[in-house]
C-alpha cells in the first residue's frame, strides 16, 4: 500500500510529464520523481508498494536510471539486498547530453555539405549552430556548477 501523500503524487507525476517526451520511459520518470523525494536510500519493495508498480517493473526502471546516471544502486554489506537513491551526479548526465548535442550538430553539418540546395545548407548549418551554442552554454554551466562543488 502507497504511503505517497497527495502533493507527493503530484510531483511525481509532473516530473513523469517532463521526462517522458525526452525517451524516459513512465515508469522509469516516476521513479526519479519518487526518489526526489526519498530522504534515504530505499529497496525495490518500498518502490513496488510505494509506486504501486510489481517489483519486476521497479527494477527494470531502477537500472534505466542507473544507466542514465539519475539513480545510484547501493547494497548492503553481508545481504543481498539493493538500495537505489537519486544520484547527485548532474554533470555526468549532462555531459552526456552534450556530447549528443556535438554529435547532431556534427551530423548536420555533414548533412549540409551532401546537399545541393542553398537553402537546405543554410537550414543545416543553422541548426547545427543553434547545437553548437547549447553544447557551449552547457558546458559554461557545467564549469561554474564544478567551480562551485571543488570551492
Excluded: C
Amino acid at each position: 500500500m502507497s504511503i505517497i501523500e497527495e502533493q507527493q503524487q503530484h510531483f511525481i507525476d509532473d516530473i513523469a510529464r517532463l521526462f517522458v517526451p525526452w525517451g524516459v520511459p513512465l515508469t522509469a520518470a516516476r521513479l526519479y520523481g519518487y526518489l526526489m523525494l526519498m530522504p534515504d536510500a530505499v529497496d525495490l519493495d518500498r518502490i513496488s508498494d510505494d509506486l504501486e508498480i510489481s517489483k519486476s517493473s521497479a527494477s527494470v526502471a531502477a537500472r534505466l536510471l542507473e544507466q542514465y546516471t539519475l539513480a545510484r544502486r547501493r547494497s548492503i554489506r553481508g545481504t543481498k539486498r539493493i538500495l537505489y537513491e537519486v544520484s547527485e551526479n548532474y554533470e555526468e548526465m549532462l555531459g552526456q547530453q552534450n556530447r549528443l548535442l556535438e554529435a547532431l550538430a556534427n551530423q548536420l553539418l555533414k548533412g549540409a555539405e551532401t546537399s545541393r540546395s542553398e537553402k537546405i545548407q543554410q537550414r543545416l548549418r543553422d541548426m547545427a549552430e543553434v547545437n553548437f551554442a547549447a553544447r557551449d552554454a552547457m558546458n559554461e554551466m557545467l564549469r561554474g556548477l564544478g567551480a562551485k562543488r571543488s570551492g
